[in-house]
């Protein structure tokens, strides 16, 4: 090596010694580098989920026999009770304009209290939110009857550490309908793998909404509605079953969709490793949640939706209250990070067209043959020398654009100079097809310079895509 910098040794101590130091936001959560805290994942297993899921014992499957002993009474209330008394309402009151716009506003702002308070702030920790935002959410999100914030994210943490496996309270493998509300509905099988609650358990705001969360749920999802439509055009009923229990029911499937719709439909262009998805119909139910395959691979992302005209109004929401200076600290993940993720499916992709494809015969494939042997056997069929391969072209002598005539002249010569250009400088199309009429090497006729080497690649081969463990190979096999 030229330089002594390269020398692995110096380098590592030359890192060693420009390391930066950590980078503390200013605003982190108070306590958060508590080195004496207790956290629920300390002294796990190094083989934690492959431990429990072995060990801990699961309940049995549940069938039609004993499906009523496993449901868990208080979700089925809050799941199966609200539509009904939605649509009992929906037949007995008459819908007024301002309560179907209020319902729709008051939809959005519980959904809010999930996908911008519960999901992003709290179970992720993506941005930092001002008391009174932390305030609003936690009331919002009550509003939604989702449980209190300290519960779902318990769970939600759980579904991204262990995504797909049993541990994961909502795993997409259980199906479409397990992972919208079969989770909640029946007990769960087995307990949600473990995850840390440190930062949340002393959190005031979590904590007093955990506190109070069945007086903030009755209060905000069923008598704030209420009220508003009352007090504000004097649609006391309306608010009740329109903008409550209603709206209700639209932002339960909407957020749950989060779990099943997202893990079941659509792309994944950042990962294919698990089930999430990324589809515009789940962010349009989903206020935004829909790229949910670039969310569980960047979940710390205040984002879904990393282009400006997909639709994500939770990270818009996150935004403007930036600039009303109710949040900061906005975290992206690094656009060059992303950008890998996605060129490894793009490359993904590309590789499995090139496998389905045929590709001509390579060098180390084909016989090697003498000038003399060529000239012998071009006289039984039409064999053409171009770049040091010996091409039978009998298939292609009526269908040559330029005439049989051409080909025919070439016939045991040497056509390469005349191919590249001397008679036509042909299409790198032509170049492809004529590599795949490849039948021999001439001896000696690849030991040629190396741009006359780099010409005889069909330009169809001067890009791939290989594997590690193929370009491994192939250096191992080159000599030094
Ligand atoms: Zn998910
Ligand atoms: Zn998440």
């Not at 300290?150 to 309270?169: E, Q, V």
């Not at 000239?375 to 654009?401: M, T």
């Not at 795949?436 to 080497?453: F, Q």
Request: charged share 20%; proline share 6%; aromatic share 12%.
């Amino acid at each position: 090596m030229a330089s002594s910098s390269a020398d692995p040794a110096v380098f590592r101590a030359r890192r060693k010694a420009e390391l930066s130091p950590p980078i503390t936001p200013p605003h982190s959560a108070p306590n958060s580098d508590n080195e004496d805290e207790v956290h629920a994942d300390d002294g796990i297993p190094d083989d934690y989920v492959q431990y429990t899921l072995r060990t801990q014992k699961e309940l049995p499957p549940i069938t039609w026999r004993n499906f009523l002993g496993e449901l868990n009474w208080v979700s089925v209330i809050a799941i199966i009770a609200t539509p009904i008394i939605g649509v009992y309402g929906a037949f007995t009151t008459k819908l007024c304009w301002q309560t179907a716009l209020f319902s729709v506003i008051y939809y959005y702002i519980t959904g809010l209290g999930i996908t911008a308070g519960y999901h992003r702030l709290w179970a992720h920790r993506s941005y930092n939110a001002s008391k009174p935002l932390e305030y609003i959410l936690a009331m919002a999100g009550a509003g939604a009857v989702e449980g209190s914030i300290k519960w779902w994210s318990r769970g939600h943490r759980a579904h991204h550490r262990y995504t797909d496996t049993d541990l994961d309270p909502y795993s997409a493998h259980h199906g479409l309908f397990w992972s919208h509300v079969g989770w909640m509905i029946f007990k769960p099988r087995r307990k949600p793998g473990v995850a840390d609650m440190s930062d949340l358990n002393r959190n005031p705001v979590v904590r007093w909404q955990h506190r109070w969360y069945l007086q903030l749920l009755i209060v905000f999802a069923f008598i704030v509605p209420t009220i508003v439509a009352g007090l504000g055009w004097g649609d006391w009923r309306g608010g009740y079953f329109y903008a409550g229990a209603l709206r209700l029911c639209f932002v339960h499937h909407s957020t749950f969709c989060v779990n099943s719709l997202a893990h079941w439909l659509g792309e994944t262009p950042f990962d294919d490793k698990h089930t999430p998805r990324d589809h515009v119909i789940t962010a349009l139910v989903t206020i935004g949640e829909g790229y949910h395959n670039f969310h569980h691979q960047f979940p710390m992302d205040y984002r879904n939706a990393i282009k400006w005209y997909q639709y994500d109004p939770t990270k818009w929401f996150i935004s403007v209250c930036q600039k009303l200076g109710l949040a900061s600290h906005l975290k992206v993940f690094p656009d060059n990070e992303v950008k890998k993720g996605q060129l490894t499916m793009q490359l993904k992709k590309a590789r499995e067209i090139s496998d389905e494809l045929t590709w001509p015969s390579d060098s180390n494939d084909l016989p090697v043959i003498s000038w003399e042997s060529f000239q012998e056997q071009a006289k039984d069929r039409p064999l053409i020398l171009v770049s040091g391969f010996i091409h039978d072209v009998s298939s292609f002598l009526d269908e040559h654009p330029g005439g049989k005539h051409l080909l025919k002249k070439m016939i045991g010569k040497d056509a390469t100079t005349a191919f590249f250009g001397g008679v036509y400088n042909h299409s790198n199309a032509a170049h492809n097809l004529l590599a795949m009429m490849r039948v021999g090497v001439l001896h000696g006729g690849m030991e040629i310079e190396a741009e006359k080497l780099a010409q005889s690649v069909p330009p169809s081969q001067k890009l791939q895509v290989l594997t590690s463990t193929e370009v491994n190979a192939l250096r191992a096999a080159t000599p030094l």
